[in-house]
């Protein structure tokens, strides 16, 4: 799959740097931490943040992995280079 994504141009090999990765996780980190106080507020925003705190651990795991997303929909790439249905059920 991930060669698949790669000659669609949806990721891009990129050198691992373990600053990049910190970073992603970081801003997961606090995206959870966020979504947590916001529940009692917000089921909707909730979801909201939650969904990014999942899409920046996922763009970890690229970096990591010496990857990152390319083009306009980089959401729907990290999703992709998960293993992650995007239809819904």
Same mark, same amino acid.
């Given at each position: 799959? =991930?060669k698949?994504l790669?000659?669609e %141009?949806k ?6 740097d373990?600053r ?9 980190? $606090?995206?959870l931490?966020?979504?947590e106080?916001? @529940?009692?507020?917000?089921?909707e925003?909730?979801?909201n943040i939650a969904?990014n705190?999942v899409l920046s651990a #996922?763009?970890? @795991?690229?970096?990591? #992995?010496g990857? $990152?997303p390319k083009?306009?929909e %980089?959401? =729907?790439?990290v999703?992709?280079f998960l #293993? =992650?249905?995007s239809q819904? #059920?």
């Amino acid at each position: 799959m =991930v060669k698949r994504l790669e000659t669609e %141009g949806k990721i891009e090999r990129i050198p691992i740097d373990r600053r990049t990765v910190r970073e992603a996780i970081d801003i997961a980190e $606090r995206d959870l931490r966020a979504a947590e106080m916001d @529940l009692a507020i917000s089921n909707e925003w909730t979801y909201n943040i939650a969904y990014n705190a999942v899409l920046s651990a #996922g763009r970890a @795991l690229m970096f990591a #992995g010496g990857y $990152r997303p390319k083009g306009g929909e %980089g959401h =729907v790439s990290v999703k992709e280079f998960l #293993g =992650v249905s995007s239809q819904s #059920g």
